[in-house]
Each structure stands twice: as structure tokens, then as C-alpha cells.
């Protein structure tokens, strides 16, 4: 782990690519922010020693290196899933690329669907806690003291600060926004009925397939998190239709007008 990481280090900094302070995950449908970046360098994925491959439909699969709202960035265009056929240490190895290239802070988006009966499409929710559904933990196996310590406390997951600067973001905006639980689910396939009903027993409000093993190891190294979740449709059991992908980047590309504007406000206030 600690070798892939310096090699990957070592070929970013003959980039140019060092001294960030905040990373950001763009999600499915969710790359418009890369428009409101000023971009130094833009490195594909397939370049990057380690690094795996986005194999996803909209997710472009690029490092980006520039400035938002004057702070200096590193950001996933584009993300890995377990579903794609990655551990959960290929899932999370850029994130501590991040954390060595200087960045404390991280903002998550992901696309998600509805388990809410109050929430609607194309608006956004966010992540207060987590549920972690997927067959695994990304720091399972040998822990090195050097990225973060054995045992994680994840009383707060996601920074309670960060949160309170959002929700005041929305209220000055008068952006509708939503604030609940999201559950981590294994995909690609989605989810059947009773599966839904499971998911809104165990108290989640939104449902995706990724983000967990992300925030978790940000956790590990010490990093501020902010998350915001699109939903892209709603996941009533009882009036359950068929899902097509056009419909859900749609509403996603609708929500993330709202969310562009968020993450540049916050991430002036940091």
C-alpha cells in the first residue's frame, strides 16, 4: 500500500500536481462542476500508476488539478465502485493520494434514489450518516500507522461543521435541500421492492451504490467530509416503475445546478 502510494505521489509531483486543500468526488451525471474550476492539469486515469480505470457511463475518469472559489483542488472526475469489479483498497486508494498531496477536506457527491416519501426528484440531501451495505470495509487487512490509526471512531462521519455551513449555504440561497441517512447498497442492479421496504426499515433515506468506502477511509486519515447526495428518482415500493438511465441523468443534471452552487460557496468558506 505505502510503495503504490509513494509511486503514484512520485509520477503526480513530476506533473506538477501537489499542495491541494480540498478533494472532490464528482458522482454519476455530476461532472458540470469541472466547468467552474480553473484547470491546471487534467490527467486520465489510465496514466496514473495505480490508479483503476472508471468503466461507468458519465463518469469521465480524469484527475483534475486547478482552483474553486480560489482554493486549490483535486477532484475525481469520476469515480470506482465495487460493482465494477474493484476492491475496496483499488475504490479508496485515491483518496489517500489526496490526503498525501496536502488535502484535509473532502466533498462527496453521488447519485442516489429516493427511499423518502418526502423527498422528490432532482433535489439534493445531505449526508448526516451512513449505512454501510456493501460486503466489505475498505480497512480490512494490515492497518499502517502512518495513514490512520487501527480502530476509526464514526460517531461523525461527516463533519457536523460543514453541515451547519451548508444548511445556512441553502437557507441564504433559498435552495431546497434535504438532510438523512444514505445506505451504501452493492449494485448494479437495483433494488426490488422488498429490498426498498428493507432499506426504509433500517432508517435510510436515500440509497446508492458508492461513497461509503470513500468517507470511511477519509475518516481513517483524519479528513473533513462533506456529502451531498442527488436523487434521481424515488423508490416507492408500492408504485415501483421500470428505471431507465436517461430519466435518472436528467434529473440529476436538474439537482446539480443546486449542488454546483453549493459546493463553490462552501468551498469559498473554508
Given at each position: 500500500m505505502l510503495e503504490k502510494i509513494n509511486e503514484t505521489i512520485e509520477y503526480l509531483s513530476e506533473h506538477d500536481v501537489k499542495d491541494a486543500e480540498l478533494g472532490i468526488i464528482l458522482g454519476t451525471g455530476l461532472g458540470g462542476l469541472v466547468n467552474h474550476i480553473e484547470i491546471e492539469k487534467s490527467i486520465e486515469y489510465s496514466k496514473i500508476p495505480n490508479f483503476p480505470e472508471a468503466t461507468?457511463?458519465?463518469?469521465?475518469?480524469r484527475l483534475i488539478v486547478g482552483y474553486l472559489s480560489g482554493k486549490k483542488v483535486v477532484v475525481m472526475d469520476g469515480r470506482f465502485h465495487f460493482y465494477e469489479g474493484y476492491s475496496m483498497h483499488q475504490i479508496t486508494f485515491p483518496i489517500r493520494v489526496m490526503k498525501m498531496l496536502g488535502v484535509n477536506t473532502l466533498f462527496v457527491s453521488n447519485a442516489c434514489g429516493g427511499i423518502n416519501p418526502d423527498y422528490k426528484p432532482a433535489s439534493l440531501m445531505i449526508i448526516d450518516d451512513h449505512i454501510n451495505m456493501l460486503p466489505g470495509n475498505p480497512l480490512v487487512g494490515k492497518n499502517h500507522t502512518e495513514l490512520g490509526p487501527r480502530f476509526?471512531?464514526?460517531?461523525?462521519p461527516y463533519d457536523s461543521n460543514l453541515i451547519k455551513m451548508m444548511?445556512?449555504?441553502?437557507?441564504?440561497?433559498?435552495?431546497?435541500?434535504?438532510k438523512g441517512v444514505y445506505v451504501s447498497w452493492i449494485g448494479p442492479s437495483l433494488e426490488t421492492r422488498a429490498e426498498y421496504r428493507f432499506i426504509r426499515l433500517m432508517g435510510a433515506d436515500v440509497v446508492g451504490m458508492s461513497t461509503v468506502p470513500e468517507v470511511i477511509v477519509a475518516?481513517?486519515?483524519?479528513?473533513k467530509?462533506?456529502?451531498?447526495?442527488?436523487?434521481t428518482d424515488l423508490c416507492d415500493p408500492?408504485?415501483?416503475?421500470?428505471?431507465?438511465?436517461?430519466?435518472?441523468l436528467e434529473n440529476a443534471a436538474k439537482a446539480e445546478v443546486d449542488l454546483i452552487k453549493l459546493f463553490k460557496k462552501l468551498a469559498l468558506e473554508l
Amino acid at each position: 500500500m505505502l510503495e503504490k502510494i509513494n509511486e503514484t505521489i512520485e509520477y503526480l509531483s513530476e506533473h506538477d500536481v501537489k499542495d491541494a486543500e480540498l478533494g472532490i468526488i464528482l458522482g454519476t451525471g455530476l461532472g458540470g462542476l469541472v466547468n467552474h474550476i480553473e484547470i491546471e492539469k487534467s490527467i486520465e486515469y489510465s496514466k496514473i500508476p495505480n490508479f483503476p480505470e472508471a468503466t461507468v457511463e458519465s463518469h469521465a475518469g480524469r484527475l483534475i488539478v486547478g482552483y474553486l472559489s480560489g482554493k486549490k483542488v483535486v477532484v475525481m472526475d469520476g469515480r470506482f465502485h465495487f460493482y465494477e469489479g474493484y476492491s475496496m483498497h483499488q475504490i479508496t486508494f485515491p483518496i489517500r493520494v489526496m490526503k498525501m498531496l496536502g488535502v484535509n477536506t473532502l466533498f462527496v457527491s453521488n447519485a442516489c434514489g429516493g427511499i423518502n416519501p418526502d423527498y422528490k426528484p432532482a433535489s439534493l440531501m445531505i449526508i448526516d450518516d451512513h449505512i454501510n451495505m456493501l460486503p466489505g470495509n475498505p480497512l480490512v487487512g494490515k492497518n499502517h500507522t502512518e495513514l490512520g490509526p487501527r480502530f476509526v471512531d464514526m460517531s461523525q462521519p461527516y463533519d457536523s461543521n460543514l453541515i451547519k455551513m451548508m444548511e445556512k449555504i441553502a437557507t441564504d440561497e433559498d435552495m431546497p435541500i434535504n438532510k438523512g441517512v444514505y445506505v451504501s447498497w452493492i449494485g448494479p442492479s437495483l433494488e426490488t421492492r422488498a429490498e426498498y421496504r428493507f432499506i426504509r426499515l433500517m432508517g435510510a433515506d436515500v440509497v446508492g451504490m458508492s461513497t461509503v468506502p470513500e468517507v470511511i477511509v477519509a475518516n481513517h486519515m483524519g479528513m473533513k467530509v462533506a456529502a451531498v447526495s442527488v436523487i434521481t428518482d424515488l423508490c416507492d415500493p408500492d408504485n415501483l416503475a421500470p428505471v431507465h438511465i436517461e430519466d435518472l441523468l436528467e434529473n440529476a443534471a436538474k439537482a446539480e445546478v443546486d449542488l454546483i452552487k453549493l459546493f463553490k460557496k462552501l468551498a469559498l468558506e473554508l
